[in-house]
């Protein structure tokens, strides 16, 4: 098949647009208006209709013991500079009905509803201006029987600067997302993560990461000094696992690509390293630009992205077995063949696409360090980094691109070319499976087990392990009289793979691949619950760091913070690898421990990520920091192989 990326894309964007042009059954009404001084407070009421049967939920997270509930009602400030939240929302009265779904009894908001949402201007208007501000109301609407996908309404308005309040003191979340939740129309506190870290704590509580830190030093020494260090951050980069499963997906994408007339070894690897070089640089210091630092990492974890990417990813397997060919009307085809397909250049320019996607979910130090430089408003070193750092990141791929045009030249080479190309389709559905797998754990659904994502990849590696042994064959093979050593060997391979992953199901450590699965027990995996519950786990605090606070405050403990994502790989390398070794563990229970999950898009997960990114000035994940009990940070740490390194890391604390 040829260009199957880019008819797989075609197909997604149809529905997406057939999807979008469905009336939405919520309406969300603003104020035109809204007068306030400039220093002072302001009440924005936002009237929601909703169509008969539908509703949305409340503002207040509503869980089980689980962690399992409803998307939340959210409301942000998205104009920066003018407008932040000054406190909880109010609603109108919620329903409250038994959902047959969570089991439980939830809270909605449903036909004629309003939320009220208390703003803060800043000081620094003027009387008289007349800015344009909009607020973010993120909801998910559902009826008796489905839901939508969670959305996200703008809700703009003019904000008339009437006067101006005496100065107080300066407040550091002006323009932030401040995400803050109430119940039943009645206020409360904000989440105490968020107040340990606004603008109004104490400088000797604020803390630089030791890796940008670094970063700054080699500006200082100069540009070749400084792009030398991002190239070798891109070389290190590269023994995360975040980029292993690009792999084999590489492979088999060039492998099938080798089949056609149009294939140009040297020239389509080229095109593909300028693929990823491009889209990492252009990407990431664009929606670093629009929508902050944690932007890039924000799309990249979208669970939509996600099964997007999985998509693709398995309708190219089945390609590759010989499954279809997805037709695309032959107006538009050739459109696009004028527009470049000739060249045959589109399909690798996306899987450059899909590769920086897979590679932002985990962001490394120094990434991270740039998006924040570009989203402040520098220019230069943000974007010199960052090609330099996807260079080097590329270069090993732009070779794995030319191996299969360059094998395909050796003799005999027809044969087992069509079975790596079987072999690769079977990795590339277990490859899918990780990125479905990532969407679950964001939404929270828990249909992807530990014990359903080890099954599938067994089944994977044994149907590779059958083809190999000419068990069946697929429409695309070619007829095998016998079986050569090196397919034996292959074959050998992947049974004891089977053996391997067979012993993960009874709850043996898998080591590397520990990393690419959910958690071991859904049921105890970290639950987001209100803003003010304590959740303790194994001797960690759950996104609870006022608890964790206090007992180190209490115990005279000095506080480990572990700043991690539900669908960060390298995390979760960390946590099944590094803090498993019995020299690591000893020194960890030294400390008071919280982890502090940033990649969902709720109340405490926002408060987390503005916490990570105003404290730290980091949005870098894993992101590990060592403080006293009084928040006085030590020393921080990120990922890293070194056992000595890391517990090197830890003794600073002592």
């Known amino acids: 098949m040829k260009n199957t990326l880019l008819k797989v894309a075609f197909l997604v964007m149809l529905s997406v647009g057939s999807w979008a042009g469905t009336p939405q059954p919520i309406k969300l009404t603003g104020p035109a208006k809204v007068s306030a001084l400039a220093g002072g407070t302001a009440t924005v009421r936002i009237e929601i209709a909703a169509e008969p049967g539908w509703h949305i939920y409340g503002v207040q997270t509503q869980q089980d013991a689980q962690g399992n509930g409803p998307t939340p009602t959210t409301v942000s400030a998205r104009t920066k500079g003018i407008i932040s939240l000054a406190g909880a929302v109010k609603t109108s009265a919620p329903a409250k009905h038994f959902d047959e779904g969570f089991r439980f009894d939830v809270q909605t908001l449903e036909h004629k509803a309003w939320i009220e949402v208390p703003i803060k201007v800043n000081p620094d208007l003027k009387a008289g201006e007349s800015r344009d501000v909009v607020l973010e109301v993120s909801f998910q609407a559902c009826n008796n029987t489905n839901c939508l996908p969670p959305e996200d309404v703008p809700v703009a308005f003019k904000l008339a600067i009437t006067g101006s309040l005496a100065p107080t003191a300066a407040s550091g979340d002006q323009g932030t997302r401040e995400i803050v939740a109430a119940g039943q129309g009645v206020e409360t506190p904000k989440a105490p993560a968020i107040e340990a870290t606004s603008g109004t704590t104490r400088e000797a509580k604020q803390g630089t990461t030791a890796s940008a830190s670094q970063i700054n030093d080699k500006k200082k020494q100069g540009v070749w000094s400084f792009l030398w260090f991002a190239m070798l951050a891109g070389l290190a980069a590269l023994l995360t696992p975040c980029v292993f499963p690009m792999v084999p997906i590489t492979v088999s994408f060039f492998t099938k690509r080798s089949e056609s007339a149009r294939a140009h070894g040297l020239r389509d690897a080229f095109v593909y390293a300028v693929g990823i070089i491009s889209t990492f640089t252009a990407l990431g210091i664009l929606l670093a630009l629009v929508f902050g630092a944690s932007g890039i990492q924000t799309f990249a974890t979208n669970p939509w992205i996600n099964l997007l990417i999985a998509g693709i990813f398995i309708a190219f397997a089945l390609n590759l077995f010989g499954a279809f060919e997805i037709q695309v009307p032959s107006s538009i085809l050739n459109k696009l063949n004028n527009g470049g397909q000739g060249n045959g250049v589109i399909g690798i320019l996306l899987m450059g696409l899909a590769f920086s996607l ?34 080097m990141f590329a270069l090993p791929f732009f070779f794995l691109a030319l191996f299969p045009s360059a094998m395909k030249k050796l003799p ?224 921080t740490s990120s990922f890293t192989r070194d056992d000595a390194s890391f517990l090197g890391f830890l003794q600073k604390a002592f």
């Not at 989203?375 to 010199?384: A, H």
């Not at 000035?617 to 920091?625: A, K, N, Q, R, W």
Request: hydrophobic letters at 50%.
């Open 358 to 391: 897979t590679s932002f979910t985990c962001t490394v130090p120094f990434v991270g360090s740039a998006l924040i430089s570009a989203s402040r408003g520098e220019w230069f070193y943000p974007i010199l980094g960052m090609l330099g750092f996807s260079s």
């Open 412 to 635: 005999k080479a027809g044969g087992w070319m069509v079975s790596m190309k079987i072999v690769m389709g079977f990795l590339e559905i277990a490859a899918a499976i990780k990125f479905i797998s990532n969407a679950d754990l964001v939404w929270n659904w828990g249909f992807i087990t530990r014990d359903l994502f080890l099954s599938i990849w067994i089944a994977c590696a044994m149907l590779i392990t059958l083809y190999l042994l000419g068990v069946f064959r697929l429409t695309a093979d070619v007829a095998m009289e016998s079986i050569g050593g090196l397919r034996a060997l292959f074959a050998t391979c992947f049974a004891a793979l089977i053996f391997f992953l067979l012993s993960g199901l009874f709850g043996k450590p898998l080591g590397e691949m520990d990393a690419f699965l959910p958690p071991a027990e859904l049921s105890k995996a970290p639950a987001i619950k209100s803003a003010t519950s304590s959740s303790q786990e194994d001797g960690w605090y759950v996104d609870d760091y006022p608890a964790a606070l206090a007992e180190s405050k209490r115990t005279g403990k000095s506080l480990f913070i572990d700043f991690t994502g539900f669908t960060c790989t390298n995390c979760r390398w960390m946590e099944q690898n590094m803090f498993l070794k019995a020299a690591v563990q000893n020194v960890l229970d030294r400390f008071v421990k919280v982890r502090l999950h940033t990649d969902r898009k709720t109340e405490i997960c926002l408060a987390n990520k503005k916490m990570q990114e105003q404290r730290f000035d980091s949005i870098e994940l894993p992101l590990y920091v060592l403080t006293t009990p009084d928040e006085r940070v030590i020393t």
